[in-house]
């Protein structure tokens, strides 16, 4: 079955994504911007909800392109289709300006957050502050 096929993907091709390589991409967000996936599921073309145990449990699906949302573990999170997200940040790290592109996409994500202060969070980011603390 071709993965247009199914009512569970997106007739945009752009938006869907097999569940392993959602995973992966979880596990990336989590490590890079301490940021993980609070909820997944999958939105079919005729507006069901589909949650991600029932999609796990489904060994025919499972490992089709899906139209998969996320909602990421923050309070103020908006519902993301994750093969969207993916290309965003993507696109925000390739781009002339990725610290900007990063916070602005952040900010559509989560837009009543402080992102600057979610930022600071990042180990990485609190290396070099601590590293410039040391030089002055």
Not at 82 to 91: G, H, I, K
Not at 98 to 121: E, T, V, Y
Request: aromatic fraction near 6%; charge should be negative; include cysteine.
């Amino acid at each position: 079955m071709p993965p247009s096929a199914n009512d569970w993907a997106s007739p945009d091709q752009t938006k869907n994504i097999i569940l392993a390589d959602a995973d992966a991409f979880g596990n990336a967000l989590a490590s890079a911007l301490a940021l993980q996936f609070a909820k997944l599921y999958v939105l079919t073309t005729q507006g069901e909800i589909i949650s991600e145990a029932e999609l796990r449990g489904n060994q025919f699906i499972s490992p089709l392109p899906v139209n998969l949302f996320c909602t990421l573990a923050a309070a103020t999170s908006n519902d993301q289709n994750v093969a969207t997200l993916r290309s965003q940040l993507r696109a925000a790290a390739a781009g002339s300006d990725p610290i900007g592109s990063l916070f602005s996409l952040l900010q559509l994500i989560f837009p009543q957050s402080d992102i600057a202060a979610m930022l600071s969070r990042l180990p990485a980011v609190q290396n070099a502050i601590t590293a410039l603390m040391q030089t002055i």
